[in-house]
């Protein structure tokens, strides 16, 4: 019975609140816009990081200038570098109570629901707010076993050697332009690690939250699984709506080591002035599993393609997303694989929805090294189109060197069947509610992947979507 | 040698506006392969040598024929009525012709593109009469013979209203030893109403270079269906490209790529849905050997308005043995709503079991594998229309394959 009410709770949710902002927040530091060395050096001070670390954030802006802006994708030429703020500190201190956290922070966070999931379901709760981790708490069986779950900044404190072994092995600066600016400006961001043999039942979540207008979030994500061992961690983002540009460029590096098993989920429902462009990528060992589950609802120009190297013999990969465009938004995602080891397996199944002039893009990548035997793969693209002006674009990309390889790649792009509608509409539901009906289905791949309050959370977004479709 | 005449200027300023746009244009590439290899200066567009066409050709049963050597076009003959065939220099003056010519393949699509218009000087238009309908296959042949060759034949096809025309196009090499550099275009035009077969087979040897675009542009309840072997060439590059330009447009687009030692073959294929209730489908099919590499970018796109269009397009590729590889791209590009569009790509192995099975009925191994390759093109062997582009094609393959 209890159950019930709290779904009836989620439903009742007005997610309209999502769009709210702060303002009577109170910064502790709030860096000028623009970059150079010295902004560089002054948030690695205020950090007090050891000097290895200030050195790899000077590289890697060296590479972040020299590099030059993707000429795909989604339309970049318009982020002005120099009005960007790179860094806020709300707080000094990351609170273990919600009591200790400030005041319109902890307000911000319950409108969200947050402190409430954690007592619900959690295995531990990060919050970033702005550059910030601003509360950080794990349940104390999860800490006795070993796991270290905290903010990236805490790790590189605590655990200097751990941080400096893997920190950018998996995403190095010169992937890109943005991991390259992710590296030099870096703050807040998870670290995680589960011991060898340890299996985290209950999900490990973050929220990251963007509140200064302008502002760029820089989020870098560490998480290691050692031998055999089992983590679920999530993220969910949000912002209020400014009329200006938001940049959010995170980098996440999963380590899946021998016969672990890691699934990263994702409910990204930024506001439309947040130009989401985060690279994700793990490397996964011998007989190690790694899934991408992704619900991409929000910003306004998203490009994120979770990549997963299989490395070890016999590893695998899960990537599943989905990808909602609506007016003026313009999601360019897809994922990514790249096989060097014999007996791996890879699975990529898009779903994306475009409506209202929306653009929705499917990119992947799927590369057989020539000693990956007897790879399978298989690829999956499905696109909804809800109106005439929409479009949906598929560009996979495939490369075999390998001949003992089997990979199937398939994409159907259509319209909501009107049969079905008509159906539907014939047993009693209105068109709005017979379309909404005919997308949740159409999404459910994805919803079925999440933990039930995520997938109550993902069909009300989802509801909110398809307001006026039909018309 | 016929047509010394000297062309007129509205052909000149084409040529030279395409000259122009060859020397500021970089070359072709993309992820996979940069085409600044090729250099076709290099060659030469007067090398000839004088050889004797093959007597099967003016034998076959045929609605006409026409035969380029090197790169002159030596001989052409219409055998049907309703099939009127025209040498270059005497279709400059033809206002069908002059109509069409370089509106399908615009000159200033890519450098080699531009290389072909600025070097063009021989050709072939062909133009099927209102209501004729030729049955049997207009039968062309693209002989390689001099070392050194640049061959940049044009062949422009219009079938006007209500025609229905089939088309067989051979281009091989005389031996295996000179090197060339095969530079076609073909722009192939179906008014309404009209139903084009067309067939090409390329086998020229593994030293040719090749660059070739073909376009067609489909009327209203029109086809194009074309059919492509490509077995030839070192690098082979060719643009498939089909316009679905009014209602009830249908464009097939068939192909079957065969690769051993070093070859490369890199083919795109654009179904382009300008105009909505109109069909598309591209089918591929290709193997490889040795350390041959394919590269294949298809492209389905739905214009903005083009409702009701119905595209398909497969690829499969299979890799027999390590160091081949297959590179593929099947795009969508979807500006309507109302729909159905679907690609699939594969790439595989033969299946180690059915080889097994095929050794334990007394075939040996690398029969087996032949069967089963042959047995993977039939499917796409099947759909070309011409009976004797189908058995040219099956022989081809086997001749290449030991």
């Known amino acids: 019975m209890a159950e019930k009410k709290d779904q009836e709770a989620l439903l009742d949710f007005d997610y309209s609140k999502y769009g709210f902002r702060d303002e009577d927040a109170v910064y502790d530091f709030v860096s000028e816009p623009g970059l150079d060395e010295e902004k560089i050096k002054l948030i690695s001070r205020l950090k007090g990081e050891p000097e290895w670390m200030t050195e790899i954030r000077l590289k890697a802006y060296k590479i972040f200038l020299e590099k030059p802006m993707p000429t795909w994708g989604v339309k970049l030429d318009d982020i002005d570098f120099d009005s960007i703020v790179y860094y806020a500190r709300p707080t000094r201190k990351v609170a273990d109570s919600w009591d200790e956290v400030p005041e319109y922070i902890r307000r911000t966070y319950e409108k969200l629901g947050i402190p409430e999931a954690e007592r619900k379901y959690l295995g531990g709760v990060e919050a970033q707010y702005d550059s910030e981790v601003v509360y950080s708490r794990m349940r104390k069986e999860l800490e006795e076993q070993g796991i270290l779950f905290m903010s990236m900044d805490e790790a590189l404190k605590r655990y200097p050697d751990l941080v400096r072994k893997y920190f950018g092995t998996v995403v190095p600066p010169s992937d890109n332009k943005f991991a390259a600016l992710n590296t030099a400006v870096w703050s807040g961001g998870t670290f995680v690690y589960v011991p060898k043999g340890v299996k985290v039942n209950i999900p490990l979540q973050a929220y990251f939250r963007i509140n200064l207008q302008n502002l760029g979030q820089f989020e870098r994500t560490l998480i290691i699984a050692e031998e055999d061992s089992f983590v679920h961690y999530i993220e969910g983002c949000t912002a209020p709506i400014y009329d200006t540009h938001t940049l959010h460029a995170a980098v996440v590096e999963v380590i899946v080591k021998k016969g672990a098993h890691v699934r990263y989920t994702t409910i990204q429902n930024w506001s439309r002035n947040v130009l989401n462009l985060v690279t994700k990528r793990a490397i996964v060992e011998e007989r190690g599993f790694m899934e991408w589950i992704s619900g991409e609802l929000g910003s306004g120009r998203n490009m994120k393609y979770p990549s997963s190297i299989l490395k070890g013999k016999g590893a695998r990969t899960d990537i599943l997303s989905m990808s909602f465009a609506n007016t003026g938004m313009h999601h360019d995602t897809g994922g990514k694989v790249i096989i060097m080891a014999p007996d791996c397996r890879a699975t990529i199944t898009s779903k994306s929805i475009s409506k209202g002039g929306g653009i929705s893009t499917y990119r992947g990548l799927v590369k057989v090294l020539p000693d990956a035997e007897k790879a399978r793969i298989s690829v999956s693209c499905d696109a909804l189109i809800m109106d005439e002006d929409s479009v949906s674009n598929t560009y996979p990309y495939i490369e075999i060197e390998a001949d003992r390889v089997n990979i199937a790649h398939e994409a159907k792009v259509g319209k909501i069947g009107e049969d079905q509608v008509f159906y539907l509409m014939s047993r009693g539901l209105t068109e709005q509610e017979a379309t909404t009906l005919i997308v949740m289905g159409f999404i459910e791949p994805l919803s079925k992947e999440l933990p039930m309050e995520y997938a109550i959370e993902l069909n009300r977004l989802i509801e909110l979507e398809m307001e006026g479709s039909v018309g | ?402």
């Open chain 2, 1 to 402: 040698m016929r047509g010394t005449k000297t062309f007129p200027d509205w052909f000149l300023k084409i040529k030279e506006d395409a000259r122009r746009f060859y020397q500021q244009a970089e070359a072709p590439r993309n992820k996979y392969i940069n085409l600044n290899v090729i250099h076709p200066e290099e060659f030469d567009p007067e090398a000839f040598t004088q050889v004797d066409i093959p007597d099967k050709i003016t034998q076959e049963e045929t609605s006409g024929y026409a035969v380029f050597v090197d790169n002159r076009l030596v001989e052409w003959k219409s055998l049907s009525d309703g099939l009127d065939i025209y040498p270059l220099e005497e279709a400059l003056e033809h206002p069908v012709f002059r109509k069409h010519f370089s509106k399908a393949v615009e000159p200033d699509r890519d450098k080699f593109t531009a290389y072909h218009y600025a070097m063009l000087k021989s050709g072939l238009f062909i133009y099927v009469e209102p209501d004729a309908r030729i049955e049997k296959p207009f039968h062309l042949l693209f002989i390689h013979a001099s070392d050194r060759a640049s061959m940049h034949p044009h062949v422009l096809i219009v079938a006007d209203r209500f025609s229905r025309f089939t088309y067989l196009e051979e281009a091989f090499s005389i031996n295996d030893e000179i090197t060339g550099f095969y530079n076609p275009v073909v722009e192939i035009f179906a008014l309404d109403e009209s139903r084009i077969y067309f067939s090409s087979i390329f086998h020229m040897n593994e030293k040719v270079l090749s660059y070739g675009r073909r376009r067609g542009i489909i009327g209203r309840n029109a086809l194009i269906d074309i059919n492509h072997g490509w077995l030839g060439g070192s690098i082979n590059t060719n643009h498939t490209e089909l316009l679905m330009d009014a209602p009830g447009a249908e464009g097939e687009d068939t192909q079957i790529f065969f690769g051993r030692d070093s070859q490369t073959h890199f083919l795109t294929t654009r179904l382009l849905h300008r105009v909505g209730d109109s069909t598309g489908n591209v089918l591929v099919r290709g193997a490889l050997k040795d350390r041959a590499h394919s590269i294949f970018d298809g492209l389905i796109r739905i214009y903005h308005g083009a409702q009701r269009s119905n595209a398909f397009l497969e690829e499969h590729t299979i890799l027999l043995n390590p160091g081949a590889r297959s590179d593929a791209i099947p795009g969508l590009e979807i500006e309507a709503n109302d729909v159905r569009c679907t690609h699939s790509a594969t790439v595989g192995e033969l299946e180690e079991e059915r080889i097994f099975y095929l050794q334990s009925r007394g075939i040996p191994y690398e029969e087996a594998r032949k069967m089963l390759v042959m047995g993977f093109f039939e499917f796409a062997i099947e759909k070309i229309p011409v009976e004797q582009a189908r058995e040219r094609l099956i022989n081809l393959i086997e001749e290449k394959w030991n």
